[in-house]
T-cell receptor, first 112, second 113 residues
């Protein structure tokens, strides 16, 4: 299996600020994914991050709000920009490894 | 058309009983159907997955039943244990793999003594 580490595990941020979440994988993977899980809700795919190309965003998510970097095959970052209380969620990094999806433990973000 | 509908929202089962969670989908392009287990404060972990070329897959106490014509699939947990108490998500993908998953709404399972 692929082991995924996310940082930070949780944070409380002021509205209007930005937070960058880091995702580190112990294996080289082609695709990494970022999901959002709102409190008590399901997971929604934000974007797909491929190394060497622009991230692909799902409907309802835009690059200006959620810029993503993918500098190499084991690392990615997701930034939540100009935060509002509605951005309070758990953000999860995921990778596809041997046709299965593995998830990090998530970053619990609270915007006040 | 990308939705995956999951029921029930919550479920209470006695220890030793069978837990059954159901999912339905509309997009006939979906070709990979995994189930995930999530404990509080943790990311989802893959339990079992099925592709539409088979109608049932069993791994230990966990079984997926798949009905392609009805566009439904279900998770059965046999001999349910208190340690199974968690939130379960069904999901689907149209890529044949676990990339770009569409998740169901989740079922909170509680197994009582």
């Amino acid at each position: 299996s692929a082991v995924i580490s996310q940082k930070p595990s949780r944070d409380i941020c002021q509205r209007g600020t930005s937070l960058t979440i880091q995702c580190q994988v112990d294996s080289q993977v082609t695709m990494m994914f970022w999901y959002r899980q709102q409190p008590g809700q399901s997971l929604t795919l934000i974007a797909t991050a491929n190394q060497g190309s622009e991230a692909t965003y799902e409907s309802g998510f835009v690059i200006d709000k959620f810029p993503i970097s993918r500098p190499n095959l084991t690392f990615s970052t997701l930034t939540v920009s100009n935060m509002s209380p509605e951005d309070s969620s758990i953000y999860l990094c995921s990778v596809e490894w041997t046709y299965e999806a593995f998830f990090g433990q998530g970053t619990r973000l609270t915007v006040v | 058309q990308q939705q995956v509908k999951q029921s029930p929202q919550s479920l209470i089962v006695q220890k030793g009983g069978i837990s059954i969670i159901n999912c339905a989908y509309e997009n006939t392009a979906f070709d990979y159907f995994p189930w995930y287990q999530q404990f509080p404060g943790k990311g989802p972990a893959l339990l079992i997955a099925i592709r539409p070329d088979v109608s049932e897959k069993k791994e230990g106490r966990f079984t997926i039943s798949f009905n392609k014509s009805a566009k439904q699939f279900s998770l059965h947990i046999m001999d349910s244990r208190p340690g199974d108490s968690a939130t379960y998500f069904c999901a689907a993908s149209h890529t044949g793999t676990a990339s770009k998953l569409t998740f169901g709404t989740g079922t909170r399972l509680q197994v009582t003594l």
